[in-house]
């Protein structure tokens, strides 16, 4: 099975930048739609960001778009959310999800259920 690890999390000031990686347990990680969610104390998991299998689409949720880039190094087995200019509002437990389908395409409607694999998730706390 797939296993997933998340790091990168910590404390940052408003408009500062944080890093979040995803290390998986395959090789074939640039074969798996993947994506980041997120969850705050009292709210529902929310989606991020989103990468296919493949080929090069990705999308965002609208709160983060123009903010965060989501990306991928095969070679290294890692999958990266990388957060620039972060609001007080992005704090939560940041989740990374893959699928186990090489032949699912996941996007911004994808719903959580549907990725197979998950990590035990970073934090990230925004300060203002």
């Known amino acids: 099975q797939v296993q997933l690890a998340e790091t990168g999390g910590g404390v940052a000031q408003a408009g500062g930048s944080l890093r979040l990686s995803c290390v998986a347990s395959t090789r074939t990680v640039g074969n798996y739609g993947m994506a980041w969610f997120r969850q705050a104390p009292g709210k529902e998991r929310e989606f991020v960001a989103a990468i296919t299998a493949f080929g090069i689409n990705t999308y965002y949720s609208d709160s983060v778009k123009g903010r965060f880039t989501i990306s991928r190094d095969n070679a290294k087995n890692t999958l990266y959310l990388q957060m620039n200019n972060l609001k007080p509002e992005d704090t939560a437990l940041y989740y990374c999800?893959?699928?186990?389908?090489?032949?699912?395409?996941?996007?911004?409607?994808?719903?959580?259920?549907?990725?197979?694999?998950w990590g035990q998730g970073t934090q990230v706390t925004v300060s203002s």
């Open positions: 999800a893959s699928s186990d389908r090489t032949n699912l395409r996941v996007g911004p409607q994808t719903p959580a259920g549907v990725y197979a694999y």
